[in-house]
């Protein structure tokens, strides 16, 4: 399987499909116009993550209106053609709905909804008629996915690590009747923005539609995945075949408020065995695993380089075959020991004075040749994020006319050989 990195920049084409939906959704008769007002903001409607068919004839789309004088806003599903017709609501009232997912064959979509008083799976045929629900479970579900062979649900729920998920449920009702409030931390983080930490933890569950019985196949994980508090289910996939999921976590215990490390996990879908690291050596943030429509290519999005990764590359002046030049790195020191083994030779590292930290990122400017893993160093083709400014002569030139004349050439001891 090989593993693709893309840019963020690509994702643009989302947001582009939702602007073209502001377009399209419905609005009510024009009335006399007015200067804008704060309730007119709050009275515009929003347009959620659009969801194409697998046959490419629908897209299906939460739709959310707000009710000013019940104080809450209203989510329903609606659905359109790809060329702008056909414009219709599919799902009404009771309850909130979100999260729709096709069906392979895309003659129905999955989706969450709180029509019966928490979240749960339901599902309505494109054709029209009434939903069915399809599981009742003990807590709310979210971040929804369709195996594709139809054979299976994704989702995740908010649980305390342990072997049975519907435990959680008990364990918050005894902790609500108690007089106390108090908790007491002994690791970070203690909150997410606006939320207390609790012990909970996102995890990912599969769910056979034969059985009904959910799966953890996180639940020997000490790690969030979505990641808190904006991820979702972008950050996991089912394998082509079915048989797996891929998703994106930190699984650095203790280590996680001093660490942006998220890697790429493969494990299988009935939660036996241990999650598999597939990017062992990424120490930067990996997220939102596609496969290709062969199953051959695992695409991701990652961060710039990160300070291990910049470690990594000083570290490959000396790989067999060495490459035709080393590195000198502008504004970067440090010290290598020539008795260590290949791959350990770097002793310390700074950056204008301050230590390199493995897990904090870096943007590095470097000739495009280089950028894309030229003479060996093939570590800078993981960054991303990329940029290009002018040519590498007119860069140069650009430089050295900016600095006093004559320029001047001190030897400042950068780089240091202590052994």
Same mark, same amino acid.
């Given at each position: ?5 893309? #840019?963020?920049?690509?994702?643009? *084409?989302?947001?582009?499909? *939702? ?9 009510? /008769?024009?009335?006399?116009? &007015? ?29 959310? +209106? ?20 056909? !414009? ?12 729709? *997912? ?5 003659? /129905?979509?999955? %989706?969450?909804?709180?029509? +019966? ?28 996915? *369709? ?17 049975? %998920? ?6 918050? #009702? ?47 994980? =000490?790690?969030? +995945? ?35 490390? &998220? ?15 597939? @990017?062992?050596?990424?120490? /930067? ?29 000083? #570290? ?8 035709? &030049? ?17 791959? +350990?030779?770097?002793?310390?590292? @700074?950056? &204008?004075?301050?230590?390199? %930290? ?7 400017? @470097?000739?495009? %040749? ?34 006093? !004349? ?5 030897? =400042? ?7």
């Amino acid at each position: 399987m090989e593993l693709l990195r893309i #840019e963020r920049n690509s994702l643009i *084409c989302l947001a582009i499909i *939702c602007v073209i939906f502001l377009s399209a959704v419905p609005v009510q /008769a024009a009335e006399t116009s &007015h200067p804008f007002t704060a309730n007119d903001l709050v009275m515009l409607q929003r347009v959620g993550a659009p969801s194409p068919s697998p046959d490419g004839s629908w897209i299906v789309f939460p739709l959310r +209106s707000t009710d000013l004088a019940g104080n809450r806003g209203l989510i329903s599903l609606w659905m359109i053609h790809p060329n702008g017709t056909g !414009q219709r609501q599919l799902t009404f009232p009771p309850g909130n709905d979100a999260d729709p *997912c096709w069906v392979p064959d895309s003659s /129905a979509v999955y %989706y969450l909804s709180t029509r +019966s008083g928490s979240s749960q799976v339901w599902k309505i045929s494109v054709a029209g008629g009434d939903p069915v629900q399809v599981t009742n479970l003990s807590l709310d579900l979210a971040n929804l996915k *369709c195996s594709p062979d139809a054979k299976a649900l994704a989702f995740t729920m908010e649980v305390f690590p342990g072997p049975r %998920y519907d435990d959680t449920a008990a364990r918050m #009702e005894t902790i609500a009747q108690q007089n106390s409030s108090g908790q007491i931390y002994d690791s970070l983080p203690v909150r997410h923005w606006d939320t207390w930490e609790d012990g909970r933890q996102n995890h990912i569950f599969v769910m056979s539609l034969s059985t009904g019985i959910p799966f953890d196949v996180m639940k020997q994980m =000490d790690a969030d +995945s979505p990641s808190l508090p904006f991820g979702g289910s972008e950050e996991y996939t089912f394998t082509l075949d079915s048989a797996g999921i891929v998703f994106s976590a930190a699984d650095t215990g203790r280590e996680e408020m001093w660490s942006t490390e &998220h890697s790429l996990y493969l494990t299988s879908v009935d939660g036996t065995g241990l999650p598999v690291n597939i @990017t062992p050596a990424n120490r /930067a943030w990996i997220t939102q695993p596609a496969f290709s429509p062969d199953g051959r290519t695992l695409a991701f999005l990652a961060m710039t380089l990160s300070g291990a990764q910049i470690r990594q590359a000083l #570290e490959q002046q000396w790989q067999d075959p060495v490459p035709p &030049h080393n590195l000198i790195v502008s504004g970067l020191a440090y010290t290598w020991d020539a008795a260590k083994p290949a791959g +350990s030779k770097v002793t310390a590292v @700074t950056i &204008h004075g301050l230590p390199l %930290y493995p897990n904090s990122s870096y943007t590095v400017s @470097t000739v495009a %040749y280089l950028a894309l893993g030229g003479d060996g160093y093939t570590t800078f083709s993981q960054g991303t994020n990329m940029t290009y400014g002018q040519g590498d002569i007119n860069a140069l030139v650009s430089y050295i006319g900016s600095l006093p !004349q004559p320029v001047t050439a001190p030897v =400042d001891g950068r780089i240091q050989r202590i052994n």
